[in-house]
T-cell receptor, first 112, second 114 residues
Framework: GQNIDQPTEMTATEGAIVQINCTYQ??????LFWYQQHAGEAPTFLSY????GLEEKGRFSSFLSRSKGYSYLLLKELQMKDSASYLC?????????????FGAGTRLAVHP | NAGVMQNPRHLVRRRGQEARLRCSPM?????VYWYRQLPEEGLKFMVY????????ESGMPKERFSAEFPKEGPSILRIQQVVRGDSAAYFC????????????FGPGTRLTVT
């Protein structure tokens, strides 16, 4: 089966660092994505990991450990505009094609 | 280069009516995916289509829901005899033919069933 877990809510202070964790179980793992979604808007792509290790892109970094079925998204120098939901999604290729399976999302609230 | 387009952005239907949601993928993209998102929940996969083919409809309810992606024109998600539980945001995403990278999402259609 497929299962993706991430915390429901997190809060953090402007200027701080926050780490959002995601654990997954899937039979045909072929990459992990993080998307950002502001309330009432479409998800927008943040990062992609297919090999173990850390991918850094500006204030955002994403880490993957395939052996542990674990990823995290690290947000540095938090800004108020970072208040949003962060969706972890696993690309599953067990059906012979790629399909994205999303977690329920983590709602991050950044306060002054 | 226009992104993924969806219309209408908001749709209100009474119980029992039909809802038609349209999605035009990004230029050059031949893979289309539909997702449903209930309030405060994540995206749930519904169906994956290529031009004139349904590749995976494992996330579609067995009744009342259908999807198509014709050779010409947008992809259509059709919901017949809508019920209150169908109220949700419906997102369409597209990806290039190689399907190697991220899916690009449209702005969504928010369906309200009264």
């Amino acid at each position: 089966g497929q299962n993706i877990d991430q915390p429901t809510e997190m809060t953090a202070t402007e200027g701080a660092i926050v780490q959002i964790n995601c654990t997954y179980q899937t039979s045909g793992f072929n990459g992990l994505f993080w998307y950002q979604q502001h309330a009432g808007e479409a998800p927008t792509f943040l990062s992609y990991n297919v090999l173990d290790g850390l991918e850094e892109k500006g204030r955002f970094s994403s880490f993957l450990s395939r052996s542990k079925g674990y990823s995290y998204l690290l947000l540095k120098e938090l800004q108020m505009k970072d208040s949003a939901s962060y969706l972890c999604a696993v690309r599953d290729s067990s059906g012979g094609y790629n399909k994205l399976i999303f977690g329920a999302g983590t709602r991050l609230a950044v306060h002054p | 280069n226009a992104g993924v387009m969806q219309n209408p952005r908001h749709l209100v239907r009474r119980r029992g009516q039909e809802a038609r949601l349209r999605c035009s993928p990004m230029k050059g993209h031949s893979h289309v995916y539909w997702y449903r998102q209930l309030p405060e929940e994540g995206l749930k996969f519904m169906v994956y289509l290529q031009k004139e083919n349904i590749i995976d409809e494992s996330g579609m309810p067995k009744e009342r829901f259908s999807a198509e992606f014709p050779k010409e024109g947008p992809s259509i998600l059709r919901i017949q005899q809508v019920v209150r539980g169908d109220s949700a945001a419906y997102f369409c995403a597209s990806s290039p033919a190689t399907q190697t990278y991220e899916q690009y999402f449209g702005p969504g259609t928010r369906l309200t069933v009264t």
